[in-house]
């Protein structure tokens, strides 16, 4: 059975690995139709900068610690992942056998998962499989927008429109605001004003902060989902006295560009993380990361949110290497990359 391992910085192999074993009660097997690539977080592991290489997460303290959480080679990497039930333990009753479900299990050709992870994740018939691969990322998107706060009116101003960015856009435009999208590759912001940016600045014609200032008052609220600390910089000069920030990129590193004597400090910015690990502190009560999962899915099934425009790459698995060096080197020209398992790679 084939799995997409990472074996050191640079090298992916594709490797045969075990087939899952007899059923336990409560258990599905699930065939693997596509697996979703997420560029931020896999090159991450790709490039080795991840922190968990040179860090130890601490879950009951909360904190990086000296040590090393995750080693070469990593095995399945991945979490967009949509496939086949072919298989079920006598006491499951949902998913059923032949449905197509969406959930995370790396990418490999099959995995044996509890039918409880799996509830609720049945596509309906007429939808495309490929939808699936955004759970995920999606409700990353919906989760930054969230802690956005982001009400009917607001300019929000959204930096980076890779797959995650463009979702956010496309959400907060949904929720009623007037979307500024940012981003240096002209493609991208051509897809932005077509999920409904009023709105577009390419981010190496100069300061998006003065952009803002030009047309308005600058932005109630960014969302930064590049990465880039010059772009965590740049929201911060975006928006308004009081404005937020929520920072949603997968930062790598010390801060170069950041520089917090500036506009964050003289215009009292606020600035809130936001991490699939959890949803806004003020929404706990109500929301969970499971809810964001379904609500994304429910919006991309009936078309509210169009996943078809996302996809740039579906290539067989076997040839993973090869992706992950164009995602690597030439990331201009991918947007969504999918795996594409079984007959007929």
């Known amino acids: 059975m084939h799995v997409i391992t990472i074996q050191e910085p640079g090298v992916v192999q594709v490797c045969e690995e075990e087939e899952p074993g007899e059923l336990e009660p409560g258990h599905v097997r699930v065939r693997t139709i596509y697996s979703g690539v997420s560029a931020g977080t896999e090159l991450t592991a790709y490039r080795g900068t991840n922190p968990y290489f040179t860090r130890h997460w601490d879950a009951e303290r909360r904190l990086f610690l000296p040590g090393q959480s995750n080693a070469y080679p990593l095995t399945g990497w991945g979490y967009q992942e949509v496939g086949e039930v072919v298989e079920a333990a006598p006491d499951v009753a949902e998913p059923l056998v032949g449905a197509i479900v969406w959930g995370i299990w790396g ?23 490929l939808t699936g691969v955004f759970a995920r990322v999606g409700a ?16 929000v101003a959204i930096f980076g429109q890779g797959v995650i960015g463009l979702l956010a856009t496309r959400l907060a435009v949904l929720n009623g605001a007037r979307v500024l999208a940012t981003d240096p590759i002209e493609a991208r912001l051509r897809l932005a004003k077509a999920y409904g940016a009023a709105e577009t600045f390419d981010a190496l014609a100069g300061s998006c902060a003065e952009f803002a200032r030009k047309t308005g008052d600058g932005a109630d609220t960014a969302i930064e989902l590049s990465g880039s600390h010059f ?3 740049e929201a911060i000069r975006t928006v308004r006295r009081g404005g937020r920030v929520v920072a949603a990129g997968f930062y790598q590193g010390e801060a170069a560009g950041l520089r917090l004597g500036e506009e964050f400090h003289h215009n009292q910015v606020q600035l809130v993380s936001s991490q699939i690990g959890g949803v806004a502190s003020w929404l706990a009560g109500r929301w969970d990361v499971e809810r964001l999962q379904r609500t994304f899915m429910e919006l991309a099934v009936t078309g509210e949110v169009d996943t078809t425009l996302l996809v740039s790459h579906v290539v067989p698995a076997e040839r993973a290497a090869e992706a992950f060096e164009l995602l690597d080197r030439e990331p201009d020209k991918v947007l969504q990359l999918v795996f594409r398992f079984g007959e007929g790679q």
């Open 140 to 155: 990353i998107a919906l989760n930054a927008v969230h802690a956005a706060d982001v009400h009917l009116g607001d300019r």
């Open 231 to 233: 772009g965590l910089h």
């Open 107 to 129: 990418h490999r050709a099959e995995a044996v998962l509890p039918a409880a992870k799996l509830a609720g994740h049945a596509l309906p018939p007429h939808a495309d499989p």
